[in-house]
């Protein structure tokens, strides 16, 4: 059985493309945990908090339930719910699934599969990251699930192609000539002798969820402005200016000089006849990834 065609064809609820990373995040949880303990089920009771957690900090915006994962992964083909009095799933209801004492795993091919061929379990959270979420977040995502992404022997796998490299690279090179080798957000253009360090391509509507390699659908963000932007404390609004999301806290000076004192700054850049930000990958990101409401600018208004 090919498990990795399988975990990367995950059936995903849908509506108006609204992302639905709800499967891939229990999957990678129920990875994290195997690696733990290959024996151990997950009790619903036990482990709702973690997936509440999980939902709240890399899933859509808008509140769900991790009951609903739980209960329709089983459809795919990789995982398995048994109540206490060894029944089937009782189905998605929260209620239900507590007083029932459900219980999920790994199917017993899938764990077999694990046990014997080790790699395995990398090249499944690889292909669940890199489907679903940008770059940017893997590691985060990987601690946040207890995973550790390298094998026994401490060999990392790789799914990244050579094709993916050059893609990427690319990408990079137009974004940062576009830009004149500075963060968009803060202006930052640190660089090593010739070589710039600390800047990258930022897609605004995610690659893994159709994001186009093209000026229309990037900005040259700082490390730090990047993986603030992919998780949603940042973004744009209808003019192209800098928004904050109200959740962010940060009482220190740099939070305020790096963050909060971007609210309603003016993008820096694309240089003259490059290609700006479409509208539509900002209102993407907006509806998508940004949390929450934007705060407002000193003096506005309330």
């Given at each position: 059985?090919?498990?990795?065609?399988?975990?990367?064809?995950?059936?995903?609820?849908?509506?108006?493309?609204?992302?639905?990373?709800?499967?891939?995040?229990?999957?990678?949880?129920?990875?994290?945990?195997?690696?733990?303990?290959?024996?151990?089920?997950?009790r619903?009771?036990?482990?709702?908090?973690?997936?509440?957690?999980?939902?709240?900090?890399?899933?859509?915006?808008?509140?769900?339930?991790?009951?609903?994962?739980?209960?329709?992964?089983?459809?795919d083909?990789?995982?398995?719910v048994?109540?206490?009095?060894?029944?089937?799933?009782?189905?998605?209801?929260?209620?239900?699934?507590?007083e029932?004492?459900?219980?999920?795993?790994?199917?017993?091919?899938?764990?077999?599969?694990?046990?014997?061929?080790p790699?395995?379990?990398g090249?499944?959270?690889?292909?669940?990251?890199d489907?679903?979420?940008?770059?940017?977040?893997?590691?985060?995502?990987?601690?946040?699930?207890?995973?550790?992404?390298?094998?026994?022997?401490?060999?990392?796998?790789?799914?990244?192609?050579?094709?993916?490299?050059?893609?990427?690279?690319?990408?990079?090179?137009?974004?940062?000539?576009?830009?004149?080798?500075?963060?968009a957000?803060?202006?930052?253009d640190?660089?090593?002798?010739?070589?710039?360090?600390?800047?990258?391509?930022?897609?605004?509507?995610?690659?893994?969820f159709?994001?186009?390699?093209d000026?229309?659908?990037?900005?040259?963000?700082?490390?730090l402005?990047?993986?603030?932007?992919?998780?949603?404390?940042?973004?744009?609004?209808?003019?192209?200016?800098?928004?904050?999301?109200?959740?962010f806290?940060?009482?220190?000076e740099?939070?305020?000089?790096?963050?909060?004192?971007?609210?309603?700054?003016?993008?820096?850049?694309?240089?003259?006849?490059?290609?700006?930000?479409?509208?539509?990958?900002?209102?993407?990101?907006t509806?998508?990834?940004?949390r929450?409401?934007?705060?407002?600018?000193?003096?506005?208004?309330?």
């Open positions: 059985m090919d498990w990795i065609e399988r975990v990367g064809n995950l059936r995903q609820w849908t509506h108006k493309g609204l992302r639905a990373p709800h499967k891939p995040l229990l999957m990678l949880y129920a990875l994290g945990r195997f690696q733990q303990g290959p024996d151990q089920g997950l619903y009771s036990d482990v709702e908090r973690d997936l509440k957690d999980l939902l709240r900090d890399y899933g859509p915006p808008h509140d769900t339930s991790p009951s609903y994962p739980f209960h329709h992964l089983t459809n083909g990789v995982w398995e048994r109540t206490a009095d060894g029944g089937a799933s009782p189905g998605s209801g929260v209620g239900r699934l507590r029932s004492g459900a219980e999920g795993r790994l199917v017993p091919e899938l764990r077999s599969a694990l046990s014997t061929e790699e395995l379990l090249r499944l959270a690889h292909v669940l990251l489907t679903h979420f940008p770059p940017s977040l893997h590691t985060d995502i990987a601690a946040a699930v207890g995973l550790d992404l390298e094998s026994a022997d401490g060999a990392v796998v790789a799914t990244v192609t050579a094709r993916d490299r050059r893609r990427a690279a690319e990408l990079r090179r137009q974004v940062l000539v576009a830009y004149e080798y500075r963060c957000f803060c202006g930052f640190g660089a090593i002798g010739r070589v710039p360090v600390g800047l990258e391509a930022a897609h605004v509507r995610w690659w893994a159709r994001g186009a390699d000026l229309s659908n990037a900005l040259c963000l700082c490390s402005h990047h993986k603030l932007f992919d998780r949603g404390v940042l973004g744009l609004d209808g003019g192209r200016r800098i928004i904050v999301s109200r959740e806290t940060g009482r220190g740099a939070a305020r000089t790096q963050v909060l004192d971007l609210v309603d700054r003016t993008l820096i850049g694309p240089q003259r006849g490059s290609a700006t930000v479409a509208p539509e990958n900002v209102a993407w990101h509806e998508q990834v940004f929450g409401k934007a705060r407002v600018a000193q003096g506005a208004g309330a």
